[in-house]
């Protein structure tokens, strides 16, 4: 990052930052969506549109090599693997009240809270720190790469322990429901051998309400 002309200022924007705006009120919009809906898939097709907002941001301040990781991994990665985990606990597809928590002002309020700490405290490290736009990009694939693997191996590492840790335990609770079920669920298989099968008798037994006497003989006359 490169300090910019002293001319410039917030009320001559460019193009970029305009763009940058733009995108950032539509991420946000999506956002706003994922965690509002109750529809669990809607969420995380929204949740799509978020991270792929943030890449374009990325985009759009030089850092490529971090939009493409976002793009691959956020995008292409962890929603896929939200969407398994749907579909193998058997979460219900359509609206659902459950998803709702009933937490709804304290979530907001933390929400908010966090929000303007991270403001507060970025605007306040990179309070006269400007990036050239147009100068070489600062988010290269040298420089991104050195940084991550000297400087954050051990972070690195952590999450994909925590996405297979994610995928294990999806994995884990569908099969418990499974067996759940099958446990609830009497089996519906074919009759033993020996037993007889419904609505036919054994011989020598007769249903109930039908008498097992023997009828008069068709041939032999009353004496």
């Given amino acids: 990052m490169t300090l910019a002309a002293a001319s410039h200022g917030f009320l001559s924007p460019t193009g970029v930052e305009i ?9 946000l919009a999506a956002a706003v969506v994922t965690v509002t809906t109750r529809q669990l898939v809607h969420a995380a097709l929204w949740l799509v549109v978020a991270l792929g907002g943030l890449a374009v941001e990325y985009l759009l301040l030089t ?14 990665a962890v929603v ?14 359509g609206r659902s009240p459950d998803a709702d928590s009933g937490n709804r002002w304290a979530a907001l309020t933390v929400a908010v809270a966090s929000a303007a700490a991270l403001v507060w405290v970025v605007v ?6 400007w990036i050239d736009l147009d100068g070489p990009a600062a988010g290269s ?13 051990l972070p690195f590492e952590a999450l994909s322990v ?13 099969r418990k429901a499974k067996a759940a079920r099958a446990d609830e669920t ?10 007889p099968e419904r609505g ?16 008069p003989s068709r041939t032999g006359g009353a004496r």
């Fill in 141 to 153: 694939t040298a420089v991104t790469g050195a940084s991550l693997f000297q400087n954050w191996v």
């Fill in 124 to 129: 306040d490290a990179f309070r006269t720190t």
């Fill in 19 to 27: 763009a940058f705006l733009l995108v950032g009120l539509v991420t």
């Fill in 200 to 215: 036919t008798s054994e011989p020598g037994t007769s249903e109930p309400g039908t008498s097992s006497r023997p009828g």
């Fill in 80 to 93: 896929v693997l939200i969407l398994f985990g749907l579909m193998l606990t058997r979460a219900p597809i």
């Fill in 186 to 195: 009497p089996g519906t298989g074919t009759p033993e051998p020996g037993t």
């Fill in 63 to 76: 850092a490529e090599f971090i939009a493409w990781v976002q793009v691959l991994i956020y995008v292409g």
């Fill in 162 to 174: 925590l996405l297979l840790a994610a995928l294990v335990g999806a994995i884990v609770l569908s």
